[in-house]
């Protein structure tokens, strides 16, 4: 259904999941007769472009609008359908809806409940006396959906506020049922390693959900072969740290949501200049007005998304001059037949190409000023000192400098997040010397923010192990001489710096590479865990290990599923696509998430009370 | 203390001694520390803000100083530097910034 979703190379198809998701919002739909309007909550909307497609609605003669207290729907419509995420807060707007609209005779409310429904939910409606105005509640058991051909995503922003400064671990729990949906579609995934508290309740969950299903167990070895789940917890300094790479960076600065980047028009160069005379190296890109689809179904976006920003400007500069040359070339081809077929094929191709080409340097140029501005290398600067724990222990006097220009609150604190992770901890002093500037310039309310951070573990007091000083060694998490053009390793995405998780994953993928790791990472926060769902009589895990290298012999790539509990960034997407296309590591990634999360989200979904 | 102190944030501040003990209490020295020190700030922004009938109540130390210096009360802002211990590298940063805002260059050049 979505072009983008498929790869050949693919030996896993994510469109099952796509298919799944979608047939079972079709199931609840055909369920209701008559005319039908759905009212859709804020943060479904993403979710729900997903999945389906507005045409699936026009054929229908659905209607749908975006949920508003003021909501009035017109009187023939006979069955207004809700599909919200379960918050109470949403509960007082339907009690209004159903106030004012339910009196016209015949018409009926029913709610689907995305994720899963909430018993907090349902007694306020009850409470507000409309439970009974509701014919059906039901639930939508949305969980993994999918955002490209190797990237899944649950859009949940908050699942690591939710965890570790709410308490509420309904994520992980969502999270496990996901895994479970992923293993009933996919067959069972017989190796998993896991690192982290939340990783491994997660993992439990899953556990005990799949213990009930039978099916899971029986069958042959899935389409997956392994799976490593991975707790945000462990790894706070990849998500605060500025991304390098293209994708990482639009999405930083503009935002990508969903697949898609809002730009205001006016910054794009208009599309009807010349007629296209590029060759098509490109596939044609959709693109609505403002909105620009990202996803690797655009065959220029796909090579550019994963690189440095560095090697962008190069690679579109190098495109530019390969489309210079071959449009000489073409001016050449003087015979009619080969203007004739060269107009009717390829013509359309390139008015579209050209356009993909114009846009992609038009975002270039843009990101290119931001990173530009001496303060975006400032900032970059301090971040690398940290990360190579240069004056670690001490106050840092660029962030006392940030704090006293009132500088973004936003940024001063991920910096002081930045060096807390780096130290593995800040010294007590030196907290209290941070808590205290802020708090003078930016006023008392900021102690609420540092509790927040302090209970989301990103400040802390030290410990003794310097985790994070020791695994840099150990794991190469910086290097040295990087190159950001033509990258040998993963440590481009942050110009020299290796997000550990990606580097886990990495490791783990070598011949015994989990056991030598898991002495590596005790010193970090939370147990490690492995697991092995091989019931093959008298086979225990250490065979399945061995089936799963006689298939890598036999070059067919592995397919490792690669969960973040709580969030991963586009930078470890790239860094761990990058090992996807390593030819010696042979092996696929599939990439779970709950949310994409940059260091400005990550930290905006801590920082509000 | 975590609600204590969530109440702060809308109401008054005549919450700040109850959350300063809450802190206390939690053996939250630093916390409760600045929330006396905010209590004494509101105090003297009254006073200040009747001297020279301008409105500081509510803000920070740091945007206190702020008005101070764009009203040029360098005296006043200099004795806010001491009693709350601003350090003097932010300080400087202030006057600095503060007197080329106002484009006061030959006062600059002094330092």
Request: with cysteine; charged share 25%; aromatic share 8%.
């Amino acid at each position: 259904m979505f072009s983008y979703l498929t790869s050949q190379s693919q030996r896993f198809n994510i469109q099952l999941l796509q298919e799944a998701a979608y047939r079972e919002l079709i199931q609840h739909l055909d369920r209701i007769e008559g005319s039908t309007v759905i009212a859709l909550d804020e943060a479904m909307i993403g979710p729900f472009t997903l999945v389906t497609k507005p045409k699936l609605f026009a054929e229908r003669a659905i209607r749908i609008v975006t949920l508003k207290p003021d909501l009035v729907f017109p009187k023939d419509i006979r069955n207004i359908v809700y599909i919200l995420r379960p918050r109470v807060s949403i509960m007082d707007q339907l009690v209004g809806h159903v106030k004012c609209n339910g009196l016209v005779s015949g018409r009926q409310f029913h709610i689907l409940f995305a994720p899963r429904r909430s018993c907090l939910c349902i007694n306020q409606l009850q409470n507000k006396g409309v439970l009974n105005s509701f014919s059906r509640i039901d639930e939508l058991s949305w969980s993994f959906l999918p955002l490209d051909a190797d990237v899944v995503t649950m859009e949940i922003p908050n699942a690591y506020r939710d965890v570790s400064i709410d308490g509420d671990t309904s994520s992980l729990y969502q999270v496990a049922i996901g895994l479970v949906q992923l293993q009933r579609l996919y067959g069972r995934i017989p190796k998993i390693y896991g690192k982290g508290v939340q990783a491994q309740r997660v993992w439990n969950h899953a556990k005990n959900l799949g213990m009930e299903e039978k099916a899971l167990y029986n069958g042959d070895k899935g389409a997956i072969d392994q799976l490593i789940l991975l707790d945000r917890g462990i790894d706070l300094l990849s998500p605060l740290a500025t991304q390098l790479t293209y994708e990482g960076l639009i999405d930083e600065f503009y935002g990508i949501r969903q697949n898609k980047l809002s730009l205001p028009a006016e910054l794009f160069p208009s599309d009807k200049t010349s007629e296209g005379r590029r060759p098509d190296e490109y596939l044609p890109q959709t693109s609505e007005k403002k909105t620009i689809l990202m996803h690797s179904g655009e065959q220029l976006y796909a090579e550019l998304r994963n690189k440095n920003f560095n090697e962008v400007t190069k690679l579109l500069a190098r495109k530019a001059r390969e489309i210079h040359t071959q449009m000489h070339a073409t001016s050449q081809d003087k015979t009619v037949q080969e203007i004739k077929s060269f107009v009717e094929n390829i013509l359309p191709q390139l008015m579209a190409q050209k356009k993909s080409t114009s846009e992609h340097t038009a975002i270039a140029g843009l990101i290119h000023e931001q990173v530009n501005a001496t303060t975006f290398a400032d900032d970059l600067a301090a971040e690398q000192d940290f990360m190579v724990c240069a004056d670690i222990d001490k106050p840092s006097a660029f962030i006392e400098d940030k704090i006293a220009r009132k500088a973004d609150i936003r940024n001063v604190l991920r910096l002081i997040c930045l060096q807390c992770a780096a130290a593995s901890g800040l010294k007590d002093k030196l907290l209290i010397h941070y808590k205290r500037e802020v708090a003078q310039v930016y006023g008392i309310e900021m102690l609420l923010t540092f509790s927040n951070l302090e209970m989301a573990g990103l400040l802390h007091p030290q410990t003794d192990s310097r985790a994070y000083a020791v695994l840099r060694k150990s794991l190469h998490l910086t290097v040295e001489d990087n190159v950001e053009v033509d990258p040998k390793d993963i440590s481009y995405v942050h110009s020299f710096y290796a997000p550990l998780t990606a580097r886990l994953v990495e490791l783990s993928l070598k011949p015994l590479g989990w056991q030598t790791l898991k002495s590596q990472i005790n010193n970090l926060h939370g147990p490690t865990f492995e697991d092995f769902q091989a019931q093959l009589i008298g086979i225990g895990g250490r065979q399945a290990g061995s089936m799963v290298s006689e298939c890598s012999l036999l070059h067919v790539p592995r397919v490792v599923l690669v969960c973040f509990v709580g969030g991963c960034t586009f930078a470890e997407i790239a860094a761990l696509r990058f090992l996807a296309d390593q030819e010696d590591n042979n092996v696929e990634f599939l990439i779970a998430t709950t949310k994409i999360i940059n260091k400005n989200t990550f930290l905006d979904s801590l920082l509000s009370a | 203390y975590h609600f204590k102190n969530a109440i702060e944030s809308k109401d008054l501040e005549s919450n700040l001694s109850v959350i300063g003990n809450a802190y206390t209490q939690a053996r939250c020295t630093v916390e409760a520390e600045l929330c006396a020190e905010t209590s004494r700030l509101f105090k003297l922004q009254k006073t200040l803000s009747t001297k020279y009938n301008a409105s500081l109540n509510g803000l920070s130390v740091h945007d206190t100083i702020e008005q101070l210096l764009k009203m040029g009360e360098l005296k006043e802002a200099e004795k806010i530097r001491s009693d709350f211990k601003v350090p003097d590298r932010r300080f400087w940063w202030q006057r600095i910034l503060n007197l080329a805002e106002q484009q006061k260059w030959d006062e600059l050049e002094k330092f």
